[in-house]
């Protein structure tokens, strides 16, 4: 029999690091993870990053009437639909979808072949490659996985609802992050649900899967599915009054 325990355990004692999540031979940009204990922290340098590294100019296409900062890259082959806000500084790699409506605020990376969807928004945020966002969410202050997909709706919480900086808790430690605000670190090819939400301070190990509708709070393992199992009731539908 299967000891989820232990396999919990065993895939959670390598979490926060940079390459426990992530692939960074699928970014450009590897360089903002070097030297970082934790993942998050590559969130405390992205700021300056942009400001070093960000060379205005564009080899994609902009399609209809798009707003786009001075301090903005595109990538070659990268399409940006009409309606679409890119306010930077922001680097957009080769052979994205930057779609209808989408709206790409301060300091944001997003790598190769990458989906950035229609009324999407994003702040102090970094996507590697074949990351897929199409529809309807929030991502702040947050990592995102080699091919990450986060489905409709989904939101990504960055501020506590109480004063201080987000904590991570995991094996009955806590992680002081640094950060008033922070996200998720999503790693690579994990898959978030409709309408799901990631707390503040939420980490998804790679390959794993939120049910749809689930409100998701500390450390998934990778390779686990974590399920919305919110009792549903069936009532009688009674006819109406004449």
Request: hydrophobic fraction near 40%; aromatic fraction near 6%; proline fraction near 5%.
């Amino acid at each position: 029999m299967l000891d989820i325990g232990r396999v919990q355990l065993i895939g959670s004692r390598g979490m926060f690091k940079p390459a426990d999540l992530f692939d960074l031979g699928q970014t450009e940009h590897a360089a903002l993870f070097a030297g970082c204990e934790f993942a998050w922290d590559a969130l405390k340098r992205l700021n300056d990053y942009l400001k070093d590294h960000c060379q205005p100019g564009s080899k994609g296409a902009v399609l209809g009437q798009a707003h786009m900062g001075e301090l903005v890259f595109l990538g070659e082959g990268t399409v940006v639909e009409d309606g679409a806000m890119i306010k930077g500084p922001a680097i957009i790699g080769r052979n994205c979808q930057i779609r209808h409506n989408a709206y790409i605020r301060e300091n944001v990376i997003i790598g190769d072949q990458c989906v950035v969807g229609n009324s999407c928004e994003f702040k102090n945020a970094i996507l590697l490659n074949r990351c897929q966002v199409p529809h309807f969410s929030y991502v702040g202050d947050s990592i995102l996985g080699y091919r990450a997909h986060l489905g409709a709706g989904v939101k990504i919480s960055n501020v506590k609802l109480l004063p201080g900086n987000v904590m991570v808790e995991h094996n009955n430690k806590i992680y002081d992050t640094g950060l008033r605000k922070f996200g998720a670190l999503v790693g690579d090819e994990t898959d978030v649900g409709c309408n799901a939400v990631l707390n503040p301070g939420s980490i998804i190990g790679r390959g794993s899967v939120v049910y749809p509708n689930t409100a998701w709070r500390g450390v998934l393992p990778p390779r686990m599915i974590a399920k919305n199992k919110a009792q549903q009731e069936i009532v009688v539908r009674l006819p109406p009054k004449t």
